[in-house]
């Protein structure tokens, strides 16, 4: 089975603090993907990386940047976070022999609260 | 750019019948998937069914079945003999067929499933 963990079930935070959400992979795939969920609004993108060291910028990039070191990680950083920001941050992968054929694994969520 | 609509927020169905979940998405391209997405209270995302654009015949897993009706742009997920264990939020999400690229999904606003014993 495939296994997408998060670093953080939940995480309070002060505003302007430097925000890091690490997400980890166990099946060597390709592509991973940073979403954030808010209420009546779905899942929206805001980074992804198709290999180490790449990344696009997905809908909602702004006030984000990611960092893909290493194959099984992919971590979503907040410069300065702001209240805006809180929100539940959803973590995927997925194999990566094509975009939207691969079926994309998620992570069980990071519940960010900017006070 | 793509959309995907939702437009039940919530639906609720007796135990052991059948609901129907609907989603319509829009697009301009021919190659693309189609992803039914379930999210438990617990928070983890599990695929429940998938469905590729070129493929005419409606995917099925188990009580779960889709129809898909690519020229009405349409993708609705019939659950039978509703479980308990059904009850979630579920996403409907489009995918396109990128070639060897990376790209994200577009999900819908999600459907509340609550189950009445």
């Known amino acids: 089975d495939v296994k997408v963990t998060q670093s953080s079930r939940y995480l309070v935070k002060r505003t302007g603090e430097k925000v890091f959400l690490e997400c980890v992979q166990d099946?060597?795939?390709?592509?991973m993907f940073w979403y954030r969920q808010d209420p009546g609004l779905g899942l929206r993108l805001i980074y992804f990386s198709y290999d180490v060291k790449m990344k696009e910028k997905g809908d909602i990039p702004e006030g984000y940047s990611v960092s893909r070191e290493k194959k099984e990680r992919f971590s979503l950083i907040l410069e300065s976070a702001s209240t805006n920001q809180t929100s539940m941050y959803l973590c995927?992968?997925?194999?990566?022999?094509?975009?939207?054929?691969?079926?994309?694994?998620f992570g069980p969520g990071t519940r960010l609260t900017v006070l | 750019a793509q959309t995907v609509t939702q437009s039940q927020p919530e639906m609720s169905v007796q135990e052991a019948e059948t609901v129907t979940l609907s989603c319509t998405y829009d697009?301009?391209?021919?190659?693309?998937?189609l992803f039914w997405y379930k999210q438990p209270p617990s928070r983890q995302m599990i695929l429940v069914i998938r469905?590729?654009?070129?493929?005419?015949q409606n995917a099925t897993e188990n009580r779960f079945s889709v129809n898909f009706q690519k020229a009405a742009k349409s993708f609705s997920l019939k659950i039978s003999d509703s479980q308990l264990g059904d009850a979630a939020m579920y996403f409907c999400a489009y995918g396109l067929y990128s070639g060897g690229g990376a790209d994200g999904l577009t999900f819908g606003k999600g459907t509340h499933l609550i189950i009445q014993p």
């Open positions: 995927a992968s997925s194999r990566g022999l094509a975009g939207g054929e691969d079926t994309q694994y």
């Open positions: 099946m060597d795939h390709e592509n």
């Open positions: 697009t301009s391209e021919s190659d693309y998937y």
């Open positions: 469905q590729e654009a070129y493929k005419q």
